[in-house]
């Protein structure tokens, strides 16, 4: 029998569609199911990386909350974004991986029936997660509109409430490519003083944003630096996938608790992974600006190859979503012709959010604009539109 923590977790239907699209073993297919990207790390993370395996030092436990060269490298970052400076000894911590830092957060600030707010539609593998810590999700509305997506501030009113106690906000967010704007990110942060609550920020694409939109980040705003826990990591601007390495960044009172969380959890970081990871952060070109034109390019032609559907624009992120509801398919029959007759691995999107099921995502990070040259015709194959 399932036990209870589990029951309203369905899973992200993504490893469904890679499995599927696996077991084919066709190198024609188009491979847009998943978050994976071809751009290659930062030169000195591999290098630094190799080093590392044969470094005695990266073969340990210690120092549990992560190595101090990288520790100091993400409060750096962190100096960069905020304008604030942060304490590498007692307010930041190395998670393995950006979600294992989501979940290690969620499970030190929820009480069980405590509510948090995520936009919708958003990242299955938060939703999960806020479930899998005993909280409760509640949801603000993304609208879809001719010009991307926007947060309707209505519904982020709404779904605050006397038992929020924090705000799950990603930006640029997966699945849709919504990044949030400054009035937005004022309106979020109104309502988390209003809440006393915290916001947990998901920066794990914070600066692959296109069309030369700012990176705002929300603990830069007016008394926002005491409320706001940053979880990032290397996974995604730094295209360092198997590394497994982020951070947890935020007020030391609470950070506190995270170590607690993180001893009791993972326990410590992969070893060797860590200095690549500071090497990334503190190398002299990191590649990012190099991969953002790339996946805006890769953005630009799926955009040009579905004009006449029903698709919204992506500001940032590696991802975009078509309503294929608004085709007559739903989206997991769109899916499911799209590989039997197209050869495209795309996800559905049922349990991304309330709204989120009448969408597919099409994921452009690990495709190049060749691949994807004749999608507009591999479409018309599957879905006779």
């Avoid at 590498?88 to 911590?93: D, V, Y």
């Avoid at 979880?231 to 995604?236: A, D, F, N, R, T």
């Avoid at 959890?265 to 070109?285: E, F, K, R, S, Y």
Wanted: glycine share 8%; with cysteine; net charge negative.
């Amino acid at each position: 029998m399932t036990v209870s923590r589990l029951k309203d977790i369905p899973g992200i239907g993504v490893d469904k569609m890679g499995d599927a699209a696996d077991a084919q073993r066709n190198r024609d297919i188009l491979r847009l199911e998943n978050l994976d990207t071809d751009l290659r790390p930062p030169a000195a993370a591999i290098a630094r990386t190799h080093e590392a395996i044969d470094d005695d030092d990266a073969n340990s436990y210690l120092p549990f909350t992560g190595q101090v060269a990288l520790r100091e490298a993400v409060v750096a970052r962190m100096r960069r974004s905020t304008g604030s400076d942060y304490d590498p000894s007692t307010e930041c911590i190395v998670s393995a991986g950006g979600l294992a830092g989501i979940l290690n957060v969620l499970l030190s600030i929820l009480e069980p029936g405590d509510e948090v707010v995520l936009t919708d539609p958003t990242y299955a593998g938060l939703i999960n997660r806020v479930r899998l810590a005993g909280g409760v999700p509640k949801f603000a509305r993304l609208i879809p509109g001719a010009h991307g997506w926007r947060l309707d501030l209505d519904s982020l009113v709404s779904a605050v409430g006397p038992r929020t106690r924090a705000l799950l906000v990603m930006s640029p967010s997966m699945p849709s490519g919504f990044v949030a704007n400054a009035q937005e990110w004022d309106a979020i942060a109104v309502q988390c003083r209003s809440a006393n609550a915290w916001l947990v920020y998901d920066a794990a694409m914070e600066r692959i944003v296109f069309d030369g939109r700012p990176v705002i980040h929300p603990a830069s705003l007016p008394g926002m630096r005491e409320r706001t826990i940053t979880v990032g990591s290397v996974s995604k601007e730094l295209r360092m996938i198997g590394w497994r390495v982020g951070w947890i960044v935020g007020p030391a009172p609470i950070m506190a608790d995270i170590r607690l969380t993180s001893l009791s959890n993972v326990v410590c970081q992969v070893g060797i992974g860590m200095p690549g990871a500071a090497a990334a952060l503190t190398c002299a070109d990191d590649g990012v600006v190099q991969a953002v034109a790339q996946w805006q390019a890769r953005r630009d032609c799926l955009l040009a190859e579905l004009k006449d559907l029903p698709v919204i624009r992506p500001d940032g992120g590696w991802s975009l979503l078509i309503d294929t509801e608004q085709l007559g398919l739903p989206s997991d029959e769109a899916s499911r012709l799209l590989l039997a007759k197209a050869d495209v691995a795309a996800t559905p999107m049922q349990g991304w959010g309330p709204q989120a099921g009448r969408y597919l995502r099409l994921v452009f990070a690990n495709e190049p604009v060749q691949r994807l040259a004749d999608f507009r015709t591999r479409v018309r194959g599957a879905w006779g539109v």
